[in-house]
């Protein structure tokens, strides 16, 4: 199996539009249109001796060819493992009334990327109301049961 050499760049969709080709690093995943969607490792870029781009199955297997213009190959969507508060104030915009929440964003290859997580007055109502719920239970917890 290929290991991977650099860190697969999130992406927000797999869909691009036409004129906007991938162009993968070595140890990307890929999409490969033109194989039905398989998708592959990129185990050799186009180069002076090759005309293509060479992908593998991830588990291994039978290694196939792309074209070196990119035009088939979309980027794999890297898995998000979960979200976490950053140590940074909410804001809360009164004109498009909502509130905006500082986020890192953290991926299953190690990558990470900070946005914010926006809230209506609804969601934030909510949320109050359950992290009190979850302060109080807390605190419960840690009293000395009579």
């Given at each position: 199996?290929?290991?991977?050499?650099?860190?697969?760049?999130?992406?927000?969709?797999?869909?691009?539009?036409?004129?906007?080709?991938?162009?993968?690093?070595?140890?990307?995943?890929?999409?490969?249109?033109?194989?039905?969607?398989?998708?592959?490792?990129?185990?050799?870029?186009?180069?002076?001796?090759?005309?293509?781009?060479?992908l593998r199955p991830p588990g291994g297997g039978k290694d196939w060819r792309a074209n070196s213009d990119g035009n088939t190959l979309r980027p794999v969507p890297v898995p998000v493992t979960h979200v976490s508060p950053m140590q940074a104030d909410a804001i809360y915009d009164h004109r498009a009334q909502q509130a905006a929440l500082p986020v890192t964003v953290h991926y299953e290859d190690g990558g990470t990327c900070e946005t914010v997580l926006v809230l209506t007055p609804a969601q934030v109502e909510l949320y109050s109301i359950q992290f009190a719920q979850l302060i109080e239970s807390r605190e419960s917890a840690r009293e000395p049961r009579q």
């Open positions: 199996m290929a290991e991977r050499t650099a860190k697969q760049l999130p992406v927000h969709s797999a869909e691009l539009g036409a004129g906007a080709p991938f162009h993968p690093r070595l140890g990307d995943l890929a999409h490969d249109l033109a194989k039905g969607g398989r998708i592959g490792v990129v185990v050799a870029l186009p180069s002076d001796s090759s005309a293509s781009y060479q």
